[in-house]
């Protein structure tokens, strides 16, 4: 008898099937906003391209709990907005007043302060309806629970505390405990909730959510720290929003408080414990472990 010959897994063709999908439903999701003002600094941001993580990670997470990439569909575009609804709103000058994002000159810099506040908000409030108005076929219970989460990611127990506490961190001489605290809430808390939120549409038990949680927590954080060690090593151009702005605006990093060895190590001990949380499902999870040696392999 012939054993069966297992294909390998083909994460970058996965990668790009899933962003081709997530970019073609984005820009449909924008109808004929009035004014056009708005829908224009709407879609200048949510259009600027990017890897698209967020989404992906919320469709990966609905296939391995046993639903489809359409089910979970309009609610990883809504996790796509939020995020770039707080991209829009941290860039702002009375945030980290940023010149640049994703290559692009930064909203408020084509738009105006007013407009990209504005946009952001439209984009904020765009995200709920996707879920509640736009989910067809997912069952309502399943979508107040989407609503709940991201409710608890973009308010003020997730990303918006998080900005507060970054905010007033700047400045001065922050511990580790405060450091995990700013990225679990303003870069984690959305993670957490696009893991969680796909599985959700799905119909996940209670085990694989509390597993898919374990391992959302980690890349989070790992991402994070990523991002921290890319503010020193990678340049604008790589990058494509401005490097070295975190030591501009005298923040609190990880290389800053660990060193860069010991960050890295940090960020590849914490996605090894998230694929650990997954070892059960191994042979349906490929995607999300893939995701997960993504976070700390990529450059931007």
């Not at 609804?85 to 640049?100: C, F, T, V």
């Not at 290559?103 to 990209?116: C, E, I, L, R, S």
């Amino acid at each position: 008898m012939t054993a069966a010959v297992t294909t390998p897994f083909d994460f970058a063709a996965y990668l790009e099937a899933a962003r081709l999908q997530v970019e073609a439903a984005l820009d449909a999701s924008l109808g004929p906003e009035r004014p056009e003002s708005l829908r224009e600094s709407m879609r200048y941001s949510l259009l600027a391209g990017g890897k698209r993580l967020r989404p992906i990670l919320c469709l990966a997470a609905c296939e391995l709990a046993g639903g489809s990439r359409e089910q979970a569909l309009p609610t990883a575009l809504a996790l796509e907005m939020v995020h770039t609804m707080s991209l829009i709103h941290d860039d702002l000058p009375a945030m980290d007043n940023d010149d640049l994002r994703r290559g692009m000159p930064t909203n408020h810099k084509v738009f105006g302060d007013a407009n990209a506040i504005l946009a952001g908000d439209a984009l904020l409030t765009r995200a709920f309806e996707m879920v509640a108005l736009r989910s067809p076929g997912v069952p309502s219970e399943r979508l107040l629970a989407v609503v709940g989460e991201l409710s608890l990611a973009s308010g003020a127990p997730g990303l918006v505390g998080g900005q507060v506490v970054d905010l007033e961190s700047e400045g001065k001489e922050v511990d580790l405990e405060t450091l995990e605290y700013i990225h679990l809430h303003k870069t984690g808390a959305l993670l957490r909730a696009c893991v969680l939120c796909g599985a959700i549409i799905a119909g996940a038990s209670e085990e694989l959510l509390a597993a898919l949680g374990t391992y959302a927590k980690g890349i989070g954080l790992a991402f994070q720290i990523i991002d921290d060690i890319l503010d020193v090593t990678a340049s604008s151009d790589v990058l494509g929003k401005t490097a070295g702005k975190d030591l501009t605006a005298d923040k609190t990093t990880y290389p800053k408080l660990l060193g860069l060895e010991a960050s890295r190590q940090r960020a590849d001990d914490l996605v090894a414990g998230a694929k650990a949380a997954l070892e059960p499902w191994r042979e349906t999870a490929a995607p999300l472990l893939a995701l997960a040696d993504y976070i700390t392999s990529r450059d931007r």
